[in-house]
């Protein structure tokens, strides 16, 4: 889809050269020179895109442009508006993007920051847009659903062969690394089955005892045992019409992997304590992120129930596995994190960050991953967009390397090792900023060309 700018600033030389620019990279244009045109052009053109001069009429004080911003963010949050200010109205420019604004840009505008600033902007609607497209047909089907988000190939395999498993009533085994989403996948699947208004029950085979996991599942009849003062059920009965998710299944002991054989062949369970069975019409569905096939080699996992609970085996891929994937996820698990943080801004998470996440081996997978996003937007502490500084030191792999002339040589006078330290903070700020010397300066205390005499001085670009 092609983005439409909205031009706003009383000088119509700025709107041409900029309107001109603008439309050879391909963006619509709108323009307009005060507040009552700005907000007509932005409800006529759905534009998600604003570069915004502070200094509009009819006083030209930066203060007019402040209230148009916050009512553009007010009528469209989603907007991207991007400030532009003289160096007098920096803190005011800072503070506007506190309340939402998506950057700011010094007076006189570099065209090459502005369109690098403007491609940002679009390219990070364009990521929040995939993110809402896919919550939204997900949510409508499962509720959430984190797991089920993503395109990589490996993911896509699985999850269609999920979708083609799901009318049927042929038990599924899903097998996959700690944090996978097996789960998840399992609701998925009873949510699209023909069973999904029945209930759907999961229990973690290897979090009780075995005789306490035995009467769970089969359920047990008033004296049977000690603690045993009256009857129960037990999840099978439970499930009945729906589906019993058996998650970990290869922590099961051998003497219940018989009983749980006997299910599946005859749909009977016999109750601990109890002189007769009872039919049951349940749907298993298994997981476990053991290698069965060795458990079964090693006699320690039954080959019979193996080939049952195996009708159809889905094989989850580990998130290191999935290319491209990451950037969609982590920014979901982030938006899910605003739950848990009150008063948290919409957040976006910088280049920076973002090659720094997908470095990571990730051996904890989507459980490791929304911890992280959880825990980064805490340490971002109402900021916009999620640095490096914020992840946690395991995630960030150390600082990244000095360029290279950075340090002064052994027996530098002490001018040298000045501008040694002067070029070394520099060149942190500009990193820190992807780039972009108005925000740079801001932070060193500089006058945006007293920055750019100072990178020319010390060879920067």
């Known amino acids: 889809m092609t983005e439409t700018v909205l031009l706003i600033d009383d000088d119509p030389g700025f709107r041409d050269a900029y309107r001109e620019l603008l439309a050879l990279e391909g ?29 509009l009429p009819p006083t030209g004080r930066a203060e007019e442009g402040a209230a148009l911003a916050d009512r553009l963010l007010a009528e469209r949050p989603a907007a991207k508006v991007i400030v532009v200010s003289g160096a007098g109205e920096t803190p005011l420019a800072l503070r506007l993007v506190e309340r939402g604004a998506y950057d700011f840009l010094a007076k006189p505008v570099d065209p090459d920051v502005l369109l690098s600033v403007v491609a940002r902007a679009a390219a990070r609607l364009a990521l929040e847009d995939r993110v809402a497209e896919l919550e939204r ?35 599924v085994l899903i097998t996959g690394d700690s944090g996978t989403g097996k789960e998840v996948f399992a609701r998925y ?27 769970t599942l089969f359920g047990h009849r008033k004296g049977a045992f000690t603690s045993a003062i009256k009857d129960a059920p037990g999840l099978f009965v439970e ?48 997981a476990t992120h053991r290698a069965l096939e060795s458990m079964v080699a090693d006699r320690t996992f039954r080959d019979d129930l193996y080939w049952r609970v195996r009708g159809i085996e889905i094989a989850l891929p580990r998130l290191a596995d999935r290319v491209g994937d990451l950037p969609l996820l982590a920014q979901h698990f982030l938006n899910l ?94 990193r820190a900023t992807q780039g972009n010397r108005s925000q740079a300066a801001a932070r060193l205390g500089l006058s945006r060309q007293g920055l750019l005499n100072k990178m020319d001085r010390h060879g920067l670009k």
């Open 27 to 55: 963006y619509a244009v709108a323009e307009a020179g005060a507040a009552p045109k700005a907000l007509s052009e932005l409800r006529r053109t759905s534009a998600r895109l604003v570069v915004l001069d502070l200094m």
């Open 137 to 171: 047909s997900l949510a409508a089907r499962e509720g959430d659903a984190s797991a089920m988000l993503g395109q990589s190939p490996a993911f896509l395999e699985a999850r269609t062969l999920c979708e083609r498993a799901a009318p049927t009533d042929v038990p």
């Open 189 to 215: 699947l009873h949510a699209r089955s023909r069973r999904k208004d029945k209930a759907f029950i999961a229990v973690n085979c290897g979090a009780l005892a075995p005789t306490l996991l035995e009467s």
């Open 239 to 286: 499930a009945d019409g729906g589906t019993l998710f058996l998650d970990e299944i290869g922590d099961m002991e051998p003497a219940l992997q018989v009983k749980l054989l006997r299910v599946l062949e005859t749909g009977e369970i016999l109750p601990v304590g109890a002189a007769r069975p009872l039919t049951v019409d349940v749907r298993v569905v298994s």
């Open 337 to 430: 994190s605003r739950a848990l943080v009150p008063r948290a801004p919409a957040t976006a998470i910088s280049p920076g960050a973002m090659r720094r996440l997908e470095a990571c081996d990730w051996p904890g997978n989507l459980r490791e991953l929304r911890h992280e996003m959880q825990r980064a937007l805490v340490m971002a502490g109402g900021r916009g967009e999620i640095l490096e500084e914020d992840l946690s030191p395991a995630r960030r792999g150390g600082a990244p390397a000095a360029p290279a002339g950075d340090e002064p040589a052994e027996g530098a006078t002490l001018e040298e090792k000045i501008a040694a330290l002067e070029r070394r903070e520099i060149a942190a700020a500009l």
